[in-house]
């Protein structure tokens, strides 16, 4: 037996035997994306290239859950796992049919899922930030952690490989990301933009990370050696990527080497095991004048070959090899994208129009552009659904009642050139809201405005907002509708924080809730279900009044920074009842909260948990430490207990040293923030608790 297929050795070694078998052309041609075939090895023709941010993504057809902002808006690290493993199974299921059985190893067919995206969402102008957790560094590792253990498997053999992604400090504007130095303080880094990467690497053992495209304070960050050396003390062990053509970018656009041959050496040479582009293609090239030398191209390719070995490529068999392919959009998985769409709908404003009544409520307008959408629902990074349900579908599915739709406006198109068109749209929808007892008013935007620079339509910010409102058609019909002074229950569908500039009597933030997300909003609407998400973003007044796009400094940006600003806080989200916190000690067992249910109704909350440290290298405000959902009954008394990881109680300096500083701290316990606009909002108060460590 082949030393490589042996399962008794480790995968670094039997790694090092496959490898040492391959001429250095032969390694080179490993460290594409596109990985080369070597027949007399019997090494298949593999393509790493794969996604799963919210389901398989771009393969054909798969469930589709909501965006990952959405399912960031949960607060449930457990069914985010579920989530992760149900897109693992999937891919299996279509790997042992597509890759194995028919030959087929073009892109999107592989095991290594470059998912999920752990950057900081700094600004909400940036297109892509609802492709990540949010913008807290806690909520974010914990939901990543969940993301990678469900990709990853408890296994020997890896389910299929996550990448965490984009390493680091990348965030935006994407019109200029491929030139652009994202100039970071060290105290940022350590206490903002690498803690979630670090978790992911020490905690979840992920097995891919990935670098983005811009520079890191004048370096590359797929060449840039402070990352590798945070990466070498965190014990990574995977394999490193560059982001898509990013190497390429070297001599193109950060003119930091003058041809491909020296950016591919330098990126090599640097860490960067394998290539997401065609710079590789060089390398032997490169090796021929000297640029680099044969061993690094070992390691790179020891680096990925043992990631295939880990993944069960070699073996005779694997615990996955029995996956039927009926898996794919099943029922069973079509109903945790349901419960996932439901959970992460986040209900903002409720003067008591919600729930409606089927008894009461005779006839619905259901108007707006996203109202019959199927991209309102998708997001970006993918897969083909094999149903959807709309919005205005979801409420036809549940409502015996008359509805009447219009779609009102385009989503962005109408503009003045187009008056005639654009007024008759608008007056078909005031007619139908004239003749109805409350309307459904589905505004917002889709992944052809907000999302990737060239992976998008958006023609004006190659896929960032320039601000924080609704395009001008949607915001006249917006005001057009209000005006007629029916109830109006405000449906918006976005990766990112909008302002309406009108005054509804109910405010729903769906996100992009999935191939489910009709069945789930007509749930929430008629009372079926209740609205439990959470923001996992602060939603701004006015984009004009934060810092710079381009600026990376953490002041005044995210709830743990800002000052003013703030329209609906970070953690905020209404549901239908209301749960009090009673009770805030601390015990053997843990911090715990105490959670009575005072109504008639059960009700089911986030009970979050911050903390606030007064010394100077602290955070200006308070940080979450956490969360858990929480179910309670009518009349019942339910006690929360969280553990506190130790990092909580750290602070960093400004030469990003992090450490214990004090010994005095302030715990807050409650459904949202603890601060005044939080409480306001939601009707509650937190609960404090202070303590002092030894």
């Given at each position: 037996?082949?030393?490589?297929?042996?399962?008794?050795?480790?995968?670094?070694?039997?790694?090092?035997a496959?490898v040492?078998?391959?001429t250095?052309e032969?390694?080179i041609?490993?460290?594409?994306y596109?990985?080369?075939?070597?027949?007399?090895?019997?090494?298949?023709?593999?393509?790493?290239?794969?996604?799963?941010?919210?389901g398989?993504?771009?393969?054909?057809?798969a469930?589709?859950?909501p965006?990952?902002?959405?399912?960031?808006?949960?607060?449930?690290?457990?069914?985010?796992?579920?989530?992760?493993?149900?897109?693992?199974?999937e891919?299996r299921?279509?790997?042992?049919?597509?890759a194995?059985k028919?030959?087929?190893?073009?892109?999107?067919k592989?095991?290594?899922?470059?998912?999920?995206?752990i950057n900081i969402?700094?600004?909400p102008?940036?297109?892509?930030?609802?492709?990540?957790y949010?913008?807290?560094?806690?909520?974010?590792a914990?939901?990543?952690?969940?993301?990678?253990?469900?990709?990853?498997?408890d296994k020997?053999?890896l389910?299929?490989?996550?990448?965490?992604?984009?390493?680091?400090?990348?965030?935006g504007?994407?019109?200029?990301r491929?030139?652009?130095d994202?100039?970071?303080?060290?105290k940022?880094?350590?206490?903002?933009y690498l803690?979630?990467?670090e978790?992911?690497?020490?905690?979840?053992?992920?097995?891919g990370?990935?670098?983005?495209?811009?520079?890191?304070?004048?370096?590359?960050?797929?060449?840039?050696?402070?990352?590798?050396?945070k990466l070498?003390?965190w014990e990574f062990d995977g394999?490193?990527?560059?982001?898509?053509?990013?190497?390429?970018d070297?001599?193109?656009f950060?003119?930091?080497?003058?041809?491909?041959?020296?950016?591919?050496?330098?990126?090599?040479q640097?860490?960067?095991d394998?290539n997401?582009?065609?710079?590789?293609?060089r390398?032997?090239?490169?090796?021929?004048?000297?640029?680099l030398?044969?061993?690094?191209?070992?390691?790179?390719?020891?680096?990925?070959?043992?990631?295939?070995?880990?993944?069960?490529m070699?073996?005779?068999?694997t615990?996955?090899?029995?996956?039927?392919?009926?898996?794919?959009?099943s029922?069973?998985?079509k109903?945790?994208?349901?419960?996932?769409?439901?959970k992460?709908?986040v209900l903002?404003?409720n003067?008591?129009?919600?729930?409606?009544?089927r008894?009461?409520?005779?006839?619905?307008a259901?108007?707006?552009?996203?109202?019959?959408?199927?991209?309102a629902?998708?997001?970006?990074y993918?897969?083909?659904?094999d149903?959807?349900?709309?919005?205005?579908e979801?409420?036809?599915?549940?409502?015996?009642?008359?509805?009447?739709y219009?779609?009102?406006?385009?989503?962005?198109?109408?503009?003045?050139?187009?008056?005639?068109?654009?007024?008759?749209r608008?007056?078909?929808?005031?007619?139908?809201?004239?003749?109805?007892?409350?309307?459904?008013?589905?505004?917002g935007?889709d992944a052809?405005?907000?999302?990737?620079?060239?992976?998008?339509?958006?023609e004006?910010?190659?896929?960032?907002?320039?601000?924080?409102?609704l395009p001008?058609?949607?915001?006249?019909l917006?005001?057009?509708?209000?005006?007629?002074?029916?109830?109006?229950?405000?449906v918006?569908?976005?990766?990112s924080?909008?302002?309406?500039?009108q005054?509804?009597?109910?405010h729903?933030?769906?996100?992009?809730?999935?191939?489910?997300?009709?069945?789930?909003?007509?749930?929430?609407?008629?009372?079926d279900?209740?609205?439990?998400?959470?923001?996992?973003v602060?939603?701004?007044?006015?984009?004009?009044?934060?810092?710079?796009?381009?600026?990376y400094?953490?002041?005044?940006?995210?709830?743990?920074y800002?000052k003013?600003?703030?329209?609906?806080?970070?953690?905020?989200?209404?549901t239908?009842?209301?749960?009090?916190?009673?009770k805030?000690?601390?015990?053997?067992?843990?911090?715990?909260?105490q959670?009575?249910?005072?109504?008639?109704q059960?009700?089911?909350?986030?009970?979050q948990?911050y903390?606030?440290?007064?010394?100077?290298?602290?955070?200006?405000?308070?940080?979450?430490c956490?969360?858990?959902?929480v179910?309670?009954s009518?009349?019942?008394?339910?006690?929360?207990?969280?553990?506190?990881?130790?990092?909580?109680?750290?602070?960093?300096?400004?030469?990003?040293?992090?450490k214990?500083?004090?010994?005095?701290?302030t715990?807050?316990?409650?459904?949202?923030?603890?601060?005044?606009?939080?409480?306001?909002?939601?009707g509650?108060?937190?609960?404090?608790?202070?303590?002092?460590m030894?």
């Amino acid at each position: 037996m082949k030393r490589y297929k042996n399962p008794l050795l480790t995968p670094q070694e039997r790694a090092e035997a496959l490898v040492d078998e391959m001429t250095v052309e032969e390694q080179i041609g490993q460290l594409k994306y596109d990985a080369e075939p070597i027949e007399r090895l019997g090494i298949p023709a593999y393509n790493w290239w794969n996604e799963g941010l919210h389901g398989l993504a771009r393969s054909g057809t798969a469930t589709v859950f909501p965006q990952a902002i959405g399912l960031a808006a949960m607060f449930d690290t457990a069914l985010v796992q579920q989530c992760a493993d149900i897109t693992a199974t999937e891919a299996r299921a279509k790997s042992g049919e597509i890759a194995k059985k028919h030959g087929d190893h073009d892109i999107y067919k592989g095991l290594t899922i470059w998912s999920p995206n752990i950057n900081i969402f700094r600004d909400p102008r940036w297109g892509r930030g609802h492709e990540t957790y949010g913008e807290d560094p806690f909520l974010t590792a914990e939901l990543g952690k969940a993301f990678v253990r469900g990709l990853q498997g408890d296994k020997r053999t890896l389910k299929t490989a996550a990448c965490a992604k984009h390493f680091a400090a990348h965030s935006g504007p994407e019109a200029i990301r491929h030139g652009f130095d994202a100039v970071v303080s060290p105290k940022d880094l350590e206490e903002t933009y690498l803690p979630a990467f670090e978790a992911l690497v020490t905690e979840a053992h992920v097995e891919g990370v990935m670098g983005a495209y811009n520079r890191l304070n004048g370096v590359p960050t797929c060449a840039n050696p402070m990352l590798q050396e945070k990466l070498q003390a965190w014990e990574f062990d995977g394999y490193f990527v560059s982001d898509c053509w990013a190497i390429q970018d070297f001599h193109q656009f950060h003119h930091v080497t003058t041809r491909p041959e020296e950016s591919a050496a330098l990126a090599i040479q640097s860490g960067c095991d394998l290539n997401c582009g065609c710079t590789y293609q060089r390398l032997l090239n490169a090796l021929k004048e000297g640029l680099l030398d044969k061993e690094s191209v070992r390691r790179a390719c020891v680096h990925v070959m043992r990631t295939r070995i880990r993944l069960g490529m070699f073996d005779p068999d694997t615990p996955y090899d029995n996956i039927p392919y009926e898996v794919v959009a099943s029922p069973a998985h079509k109903a945790v994208s349901l419960a996932c769409a439901e959970k992460s709908m986040v209900l903002l404003r409720n003067n008591g129009v919600l729930p409606l009544s089927r008894d009461s409520v005779q006839t619905i307008a259901v108007i707006g552009p996203n109202s019959d959408s199927r991209l309102a629902l998708e997001g970006n990074y993918c897969g083909t659904a094999d149903r959807y349900v709309t919005f205005l579908e979801g409420i036809q599915n549940t409502f015996p009642g008359r509805i009447l739709y219009a779609q009102g406006c385009h989503l962005y198109r109408d503009r003045v050139s187009n008056l005639a068109q654009a007024g008759d749209r608008y007056a078909e929808a005031i007619t139908a809201v004239e003749h109805a007892d409350v309307v459904i008013l589905c505004l917002g935007l889709d992944a052809t405005m907000e999302g990737e620079e060239g992976d998008t339509g958006n023609e004006f910010s190659s896929g960032d907002k320039t601000d924080l409102r609704l395009p001008e058609p949607q915001r006249i019909l917006l005001e057009k509708i209000v005006h007629i002074g029916k109830p109006v229950v405000a449906v918006v569908a976005a990766g990112s924080a909008i302002s309406l500039e009108q005054q509804v009597d109910a405010h729903l933030h769906v996100w992009y809730p999935g191939e489910q997300g009709g069945t789930a909003l007509a749930k929430i609407l008629f009372g079926d279900t209740a609205p439990t998400g959470k923001l996992p973003v602060t939603f701004y007044e006015d984009a004009e009044k934060l810092p710079a796009f381009t600026d990376y400094s953490m002041k005044n940006r995210t709830y743990r920074y800002v000052k003013d600003n703030v329209a609906y806080p970070f953690g905020f989200g209404l549901t239908y009842g209301r749960l009090h916190c009673t009770k805030f000690t601390s015990t053997a067992e843990g911090y715990c909260v105490q959670v009575e249910n005072h109504g008639m109704q059960t009700v089911t909350d986030v009970v979050q948990l911050y903390i606030k440290d007064d010394c100077p290298e602290a955070v200006p405000n308070h940080s979450l430490c956490g969360f858990q959902r929480v179910t309670v009954s009518p009349g019942e008394t339910v006690t929360c207990t969280f553990q506190i990881p130790p990092r909580a109680f750290t602070a960093v300096d400004d030469e990003g040293n992090r450490k214990c500083f004090d010994s005095h701290f302030t715990l807050f316990a409650g459904t949202c923030q603890p601060d005044a606009l939080s409480e306001r909002l939601s009707g509650t108060k937190c609960l404090s608790l202070s303590i002092s460590m030894t």
